[in-house]
């Protein structure tokens, strides 16, 4: 069963407008969030973080925004730019357990047109 | 960002042979992992190793096998390829602490054929 779901695979945006990627968990557990962006052929990066002791996360044009009770969290990315089309992979782990152990969801895939 | 390579960055073998593939970092960062990424899961974690010679299962732990002989080196071997191994496989590394990012290296595209 899926921890951690990216319902949206894909996602087209015009450049300088926002782009709102969402990931929903299932394990209440989770305490710390992270996202990813890869481009083809290299491996992930990462992008931001946020702890469950916080709901707002800002980092320049990158805002990660976590609601606890709905097990939702989000990243948003004002203004898009061509350069940020990339595949998003959001991340879960808990912090109580093995260091590290992420649990990623599948990925959106971020299409910003010029 | 931190050094990691990974080797060979592509490789095409045959069902039932080994294949071993390393990972190097510079960083001297204590914890290591390996994932592997296919169409419609996301990176799933293999194995990690915690230190030298301190290594525990991931998700996906069937069929692989890892050694950590040195804090940089982090090696994944496939004791008899299946095709179900085709994947791309990552390796990343992390400072200690937990909420240190893990950074990756840009991947090992492996086929058996």
């Known amino acids: 069963d899926q921890q951690v779901k990216q319902n949206s695979p894909s996602l087209s945006v015009q450049e300088g407008r926002i782009s709102i990627l969402n990931c929903d968990y299932t394990n209440s557990m989770f305490d710390y969030f992270l996202w990813y962006k890869k481009y083809p052929a290299e491996g992930p990066t990462f992008l931001i973080s946020i702890s469950s002791i916080k709901d707002k996360n800002e980092d320049g044009r990158f805002t990660v925004f976590l609601n606890k009770s709905a097990k939702h969290l989000s990243l948003h990315i004002v203004p898009s730019q061509p350069g940020d089309s990339a595949v998003y992979f959001c991340a879960a782990s808990q912090t109580g357990g093995s260091q590290g152990n992420l649990i990623f969801g599948k990925g959106t895939k971020l299409s910003v047109k010029p | 960002d931190a050094g990691i390579t990974q080797s060979p960055r592509h490789k095409v073998t045959e069902t039932g042979t080994p294949v071993t593939l390393r990972c190097h970092q510079t960083?001297?960062?204590?914890?290591m992992y390996w994932y592997r990424q296919d169409p419609g899961h996301g990176l799933r974690l293999i194995h990690y190793?915690?230190?030298?010679?301190?290594?525990d299962k991931g998700e996906v732990s069937d069929g692989y096998s890892v050694s950590r002989s040195k804090t940089e080196d982090f090696l994944l071997t496939l004791e008899s390829a299946t095709s179900s191994q085709t994947s791309v496989y990552f390796c990343?590394?992390?400072?200690?602490?937990?909420?240190?990012?893990?950074?990756f290296g840009d991947g090992t595209r492996l086929s058996i054929l």
């Open positions: 960083e001297n960062h204590r914890y």
């Open positions: 990343a590394s992390s400072g200690t602490g937990v909420t240190q990012p893990q950074h």
């Open positions: 190793s915690y230190g030298v010679k301190d290594t």
